[in-house]
Structure formats: C-alpha cells, structure tokens
C-alpha cells in the first residue's frame, strides 16, 4: 500500500503560488469535564462569494495542522478535535481552475494521494474527530466531513454533494470509498452517481440526515454552540451514535452488487457508454465492500490520475465555465437597466405548453398570470392544470400551503383579450403555423400598451414574420423554450432586425428572473439548437432510407454521448414535430437539409417504438419498420458518424459566419443546456475539433488550442 508519509508533495505547492490559500485556524474550546476540544475553522479571507477551496497550499496546512493536533491529543492537552468553515462555507473542493492546469500523471496521482494524506489524518488523531457541516460543503469539502469520525450539519445549508461525475471526476479523496460504507450502497449511488446526473442536484440537510451522512442537525442561530455542545455529550460518552443506514454483512453479501448492476443498466439505458467517470464511479464502489481504507484510497489514486489527464475532464472544465460564467454574461445583452418592469404576464394559448409557461411564470416572478384560448373550456383546462401542477409542488413538500394558495390565486383564465390590457409581457404558445401566430398577436395588440413586450415560442419558424401584421413590431422577441419547461435551463432569446434594445434587455432579464439561462440568436430557421438537431435527424433519416436499421442509425450516433439515440428523440418531440422540421429546414437550406417522405408515413402511421402498458420501450414497431424498408444501400456506423460529424461541423461553422450567435461558446452553451450534450464532452465544437471534422470540413479547428487533455 502507498506510504503517503514517504511523497514529496512539496512539487505541488510550487506549481500554486497563485492559490488562494484556505488556511486551518485553531482554538481551543472547554468542554465538560475539564476537558478540552481543538476547533479547526477553515477560511480563505474572503467573504461567502468565494468559498474556501483546497490547493495543495492548503491541504498541506491542514495536514500540519492536524499533525500538530495529534501531538497535543498524545500530550493530553486535547480530547477532541472538531473541523468547520468560515461563515456560510465549509468547503468546495479542490479548484477546478487549478485541476485543468496539471501538466502530467504523476502530478495528477500526487494530487489525488495529498487529498488522501491530509483529509485522512481527521481519522488518525487518537481522539475523536468531528466535522460541523455550517454551510456549502461540494466535493472534497463533503469529503472532509467523510473522513472524520462524526458529523453535524446546519439545518441551513445551502447545498451538499459530490458533483465529480458530472465533472468528469471521481470522488478521489475519500468519497468513493468511505461514503457506501457509512450509508450504504442505494444511498451512495444516490449521491455519486444519481444526484450529479439530474443537472448536478444537490441536497439539503434533511437529505444529509435521512441519508445517514450527518449525525445531528441544529439550527443556524446556535449551530456552532449546539455542535460543540453535541460532541461534548459524544467524547463523554453521555450521547450514543446510531447508524441505522451502515452497510451489515447481508447488504455485502446479497445488496451490494446487485444495486451496482442495477446502476450500471440505468447508466447505460440514460447515457450510453461514452462519458467515463459514472462508470469509474460504480467501479471503485462496486470495490469499497471490502478490503481496507488504504486499498480503496489506492485504487482512487489510479483512478483519479487517469481521468485528471483525459479528454473528458478538460472538455467538463471548458463547459462547466460557459455554465458558470459566460452563461451569467450572455454576449450581445443589453444593459439591464433599460429592461421595463414585468408586473403581469399573459399567455396566450392554455394547452400543455402554455400551461406549462404560465406555471413558470407564476412561480419565478410571483405575478398575476392570465391565460386565453379559443373557448372556455380549454381555459378552465389549463387553469386546473396550472392548479393540480401547483398541489404536486405543495405534496412534494416543495412549497408551503400559503404559497401554493397564493400562486393558485395569481392565476386566472379568461377568453376576452380585453383582459390583457394591463400585461407588461405576454408570451404567444399557440399551434406551430405562421398565420395563426400573426393572427393571435395582431388581434391581442389591440388591447395592451405600446409599452408591453410580446413574446414568441416559436422552435423554428420566422419571429420577423410573426410580427409582419403588428403596429410595433419592435417590441417582439423570440423566447424559445426547451421541454420540459420546468427542467430544460436553456431560453434561445430571439432577436429580429426590428427588435429594440428594451425588449431585447427586458427579455434577458426576464430570462435571467425564471432562472434560466439565454443565449441571444439571430432570426433564422431553427436558431441554434433545432438547427443543428435538424442536421442530426435529417442524416438519421437519410441512412434510414437507403437501407439501414433503425438499430444501425443509433448505434452510429451513441459517441455523441448525447442523452437519447435519434428513435427516442423522435419519439418524445413526436413524428410529426419531427418532420415538420426537417421539412422547415430544408425549404430554407435545400442543398444541406435532408427532407424524408419516409418521415412523414411514419407521422401518418403515428408509431415508431414499441412499448409496454407503463411506456416502457420494447423495441421498434413492426409495422414502423415495414413502412421504411426498400432502401438499397445501408451504411455502416462508422460512415453515417462521419457524415454527421462532417455535416455538424459545416453548419456549425455557417452559424458562426452568417453571425446567428456571437462565438463557438454560445453553441456550445446552446447545446450543453438545450440538448444536453454531456459536460464530458465539452460541447459541440470542441468534439468536432477532436474527431477530426473541423480540419476535413473547413481546413482548421474552432478553438486554439483545441481542448483536449494532456495525454501521458
């Protein structure tokens, strides 16, 4: 086993002289007894907008400070040690900035065996050690926690996790081992694996508790007193810890494996197999029911080593920093300060997608909502929609019971326009047809300001044509959603040569007031993400019907990574949404997109997967897969990935040139949180540039240097 005493981690301290340095700070603390407890408070300095993170600067102060503490409780001048942070943060792990710069494997193992060093000596003290969760505590900050022998945590925190998966990682200091053994391993996939998955969930502290991780929670007003208060009655023996959720022979014996098949199956079935960290993951917990501490923390080392130096973690930090940061500064947005005020929203339409927005919009902007349709009774429709969707939130414990009457309450139905007079923001989620819109907004302009921004959710047709029957065209903006509302991050902000900067502003902010997250396009078929989709269907169709399978089709495009294969995508949009924009996209662009009359029978038919009585998918229809037979020259996968890449990459770099979005970063941003393109993948345009396509389509590569990992 790896003696870490034995590591010169000297070598990475000199490679952060810019580390802002977390340091350990110690006083001693009275507890019953005569007794004496060491409590460590990590802080950088800074205030709660930087959270403390652990550089080898860092950790190796901790280390010497814990060091430091061990011969103090060996003296008999401490009887217990307890860890905490600076106000509102305990820890957020290690700085993704710093992790992207490691230049090889060996810096990249060193890194992962000096977490395990220092975090490590939590449990190596000779007296007991506690950990009091007081705020944020992501990655190695949970990990801290996990190496000690105890843990409380403030009923207030904000957010707990292990987001590594999602970030190309592995829980590499403690995590992946230590975590299934304290709480099992049902309730470790949860965190690892599952929560990272679901757009990088974190939990709370009744999570914290229910799940076994913490001992005790306390209020925010005394967490401090009562913790130490706490851990007084444990080191005297007054109070008995219980873990009800600690793994027993039986879930090692018969639970264990099993629960990691399981897993992998969903895994597979959600993600395919391209991303590689989930599946390193299940792996090293797959491994932790057994053996020692010190063999799981090895094994850890050679993961976290590999992936550290991979294609995947530096294509994770390059799209987790267009999350984090270019999507909280949209390029091409106004000043805010020119946005109106939206006091009352009105959507026209009460189907599921309306109903869907005008639930969004109650819920983000605590506004009176109205909605309208065609007769009464599709309103009365979507308003007890609107209503059930809001008793599910309160049900779900999501929502008190006086919230969920006051969003009730905002709501109203109404089928007289008149009742629109007064709406700053009105949203049009109306049937897919050019006239219909024109009609539907042209008619309503008769009734609401000048001042009031009209909005569309078209997904591809002309914005500029939606408002060619307005008096005040400039006041209209695309506002394309992506389903499901409530989930899908993304909002395509839609900009036509009429739109002005107050709306174009308002728009943004409104975004940026739903929590989610706009990126500004240009008026064109598709904007950004159907557009490239489009080019996606389209050569899924095209191979379809020369001849090759369905299954074929999938399989050629699983590299991508992305969430579900082309048969399920058309599946869930639905046949008919699926050809009409194909048929969209190449009525404008004829020489590039593929229009498939195949498509269309299938529409017609209604049916291309088949599935159970609880939705599950069987497999393909048969009579689906005799409507698209006859086809007499099938490609292989390797030749339809190509051409799709091929495809990708030209029209991608038309977007680009034609000025539909301000930089590569924007698609990639598009297609992260619209399409959910995998963070392991980076992006589109760092993928194309990866495989090839850029150089073979254009002659050159969207990014320089290309963002790729650091090999050896």
């Not at 503490?69 to 710093?98: M, Q, Y």
């Not at 007991?128 to 925190?157: H, K, M, Q």
Request: charged fraction near 25%; hydrophobic fraction near 45%.
């Amino acid at each position: 086993m790896t003696d870490y005493t034995k590591i010169d981690f000297d070598s990475l301290a000199a490679l952060s002289d810019d580390e802002v340095v977390t340091h350990s700070f110690v006083r001693d603390v009275p507890i019953s007894d005569g007794k004496t407890l060491a409590l460590v408070t990590l802080d950088n300095g800074r205030d709660h907008t930087r959270p403390n993170t652990l550089g080898p600067v860092s950790l190796l102060e901790y280390a010497k400070t814990l060091d430091e503490l061990k011969a103090r409780a060996a003296a008999g001048e401490i009887h217990a040690v307890a860890i905490t942070g600076k106000p509102f943060i305990l820890a957020a792990g290690a700085d993704l900035s710093k992790v992207a710069e490691i230049p090889d494997r060996d810096i990249a193992r060193k890194m992962g065996q000096l977490g395990h060093f220092a975090l490590g000596k939590a449990s190596e003290l000779g007296v007991p050690s506690f950990v009091f969760i007081n705020g944020l505590a992501l990655g190695g900050g949970l990990e801290i926690a996990l190496n000690a022998d105890y843990r409380t945590v403030d009923a207030s925190v904000p957010a707990v996790a292990l987001p590594e998966v999602f970030l190309g990682l592995i829980p590499g200091w403690g995590g992946a081992y230590l975590l299934p053994n304290l709480i099992g391993i049902e309730n470790a996939l949860k965190v690892v694996i599952e929560n990272p998955l679901k757009q990088n969930r974190t939990m709370k502290a009744d999570d914290v508790m229910e799940l076994g991780i913490a001992d005790a929670k306390f209020d925010s007003v005394a967490f401090l007193e009562d913790s130490i208060k706490w851990a007084d009655g444990v080191v005297s023996g007054r109070i008995k810890v219980k873990r009800p959720n600690e793994p027993g022979k039986v879930e090692r014996l018969v639970k264990w494996d099993a629960a990691i098949a399981i897993a992998t199956k969903m895994l597979k079935s959600r993600i395919g197999s391209v991303p590689n960290s989930p599946y390193a993951a299940l792996e090293l917990m797959k491994a932790a029911k057994s053996g020692t501490k010190a063999e799981g923390f090895e094994r850890e080392d050679e993961v976290l080593s590999e992936l550290i130096v991979g294609d995947q973690l530096q294509a994770s930090i390059y799209a987790f920093n267009l999350v984090q940061k270019r999507a909280k500064r949209p390029a091409g947005a106004p000043d805010k300060s020119v946005a109106k005020k939206v006091t009352k929203v009105g959507v026209l339409g009460a189907g599921y997608m309306a109903s869907q927005l005008a639930l969004l919009f109650v819920r983000r902007l605590r506004v009176p909502v109205v909605i309208t349709d065609i007769d009464q009774a599709r309103v009365d429709k979507g308003v007890a929609y609107i209503a059930e969707e809001i008793d599910k939130l309160l049900e779900k414990g999501r929502i008190s019971p006086d919230e969920a009457n006051r969003l009730k309450a905002l709501v109203t139905g109404t089928t007289d326009k008149a009742d629109f007079a007064d709406c700053d923001w009105v949203i049009e989620a109306v049937f897919e047809e050019l006239e219909i819109k024109q009609n539907v907004f042209a008619e309503v302009e008769q009734f609401i300001s000048p001042e009031a921004v009209l909005a569309t959710n078209t997904s591809s047709l002309s914005v500029e044509q939606i408002g060619a029957k307005l008096a005040h065209p400039e006041r209209l903006v695309g506002f394309h959603f992506f389903t499901p509302v409530a989930v899908m991050p993304l909002i395509e902000v839609v900009k036509t040569p009429h739109t002005d900067e107050a709306t174009l502003s308002t728009a943004m902010v409104t975004a940026k007031n739903l929590r989610k997250n706009a990126v500004i396009t240009a008026d064109t078929p598709g904007f950004v993400v159907n557009r490239l989709l489009a080019v996606l269907l389209g050569e899924a169709m095209r191979a379809v019907d020369e001849g090759t399978s369905f299954q074929t089709v999938d399989e050629a495009i699983a590299p991508l990574g992305l969430p579900m294969a082309p048969s399920v995508l058309l599946d869930l949009v639905g046949l008919k949404v699926g050809a009409h924009v194909l048929d969209t996209h190449h009525a404008a662009f004829p020489d590039r997109f593929y229009r498939s009359e195949n498509l269309h029978k299938l529409a017609d038919y209604g049916k291309l997967l088949d599935k159970d009585d609880k939705g599950k998918v069987k497999g393909f229809d048969k009579g689906a897969l005799k409507i698209v037979a006859g086809g007499k020259n099938p490609r292989s996968a390797d030749e339809i990935l190509i051409a799709l890449q091929d495809g990708l990459a030209r029209e991608v770099r038309l977007i680009l040139d034609g000025g539909v979005v301000a930089a590569a970063e924007d698609i990639d941003l598009c297609m992260v949180l619209g399409a959910g393109f995998p963070f392991q993948m980076g992006g589109l345009t760092p993928y194309l540039d990866r495989v090839g396509a850029s150089e073979r389509v254009f002659g050159d590569t969207f990014h320089h240097p290309t963002i790729t990992g650091v090999g050896a």
